[in-house]
């Protein structure tokens, strides 16, 4: 069964710094793998996604993601935190029955 | 596109009711999901439609929940008798099938906030 943990519930960083979420993955089937935002008070919002092909994956907002099958990970970044990125950010994995497997998430803060 | 649509976008309700949630998925797409999200239990898949045909409700907590897809273009999820475990944000998604994950990129509606008094 496929499964999906992201290591930290709550991330601070600065405005201007790195950010970095992380993502691990279980899956017995080459994995297709998203990164969700979600805005207070709104829905999910896909960042980016990996299916095959280059493992670095360029998304909205300034925000990649890097496929690391030997280390099973699938962990997010961006350069430079804006204000504008505080939110929570979910990692998923899809099933081998069609289903997406949502990590518990992690909310970031940017302080000024 | 005005994206998926839900509503009502809160609903506050006493224990014992019946709450219909409904959701207009984006023109076009042919899988539409509902999710519950919670602080306890993260984001739940309940239920999920191909071409408005039920194909996996192993999610749906209780005989109490039910879902529908008349048509293409409308959903309904009801809870009879809502309970006060029932409080929650209900998500609506839809996504349109193709290659290379183009099935799982899913768009999420702003959510339905349920309150059960």
């Known amino acids: 069964a496929q499964s999906v943990t992201q290591l930290g519930s709550h991330v601070s960083v600065s405005e201007g710094a790195l950010v970095l979420l992380r993502c691990n993955y279980s899956s017995s089937v080459p994995p297709y793998l998203f990164w969700y935002v979600q805005y207070p008070n709104q829905g999910l919002q896909l960042l980016l996604k990996y299916t095959t092909g280059a493992t670095l994956v360029k998304g909205i907002n300034g925000f990649e993601a890097e496929f690391k099958k030997s280390e099973t990970s699938f962990h997010l970044t961006k350069p430079s935190a804006h204000m504008s990125d505080a939110a929570e950010y979910f990692c998923a994995v899809l099933s081998n029955t069609g289903k997406l497997i949502f990590g518990q998430g992690t909310t970031l803060q940017v302080k000024p | 596109d005005a994206g998926v649509i839900q509503s009502p976008r809160h609903e506050v309700t006493e224990m014992g009711q019946e709450v219909t949630l409904r959701c207009k998925p984006i023109?076009?797409?042919?899988?539409l999901f509902w999710y519950r999200q919670t602080m306890m239990r993260g984001l739940e898949l309940l239920i999920y439609?191909?071409?408005?045909?039920?194909?996996?409700d192993s999610g749906m907590p209780e005989d109490r929940f039910s879902a529908k897809m008349p048509n293409a273009s409308f959903s309904t999820l009801k809870i009879q008798p809502s309970e006060p475990r029932d409080s929650a944000v209900y998500f609506c998604?839809?996504?349109?099938?193709?290659?290379?994950?183009?099935?799982?990129?899913?768009?999420f509606g702003p959510g339905t906030r349920l309150t059960v008094t």
């Open positions: 998604a839809s996504s349109l099938s193709g290659t290379s994950g183009g099935r799982y990129e899913q768009y």
């Open positions: 023109s076009g797409h042919d899988y």
């Open positions: 439609f191909n071409n408005n045909v039920p194909i996996d």
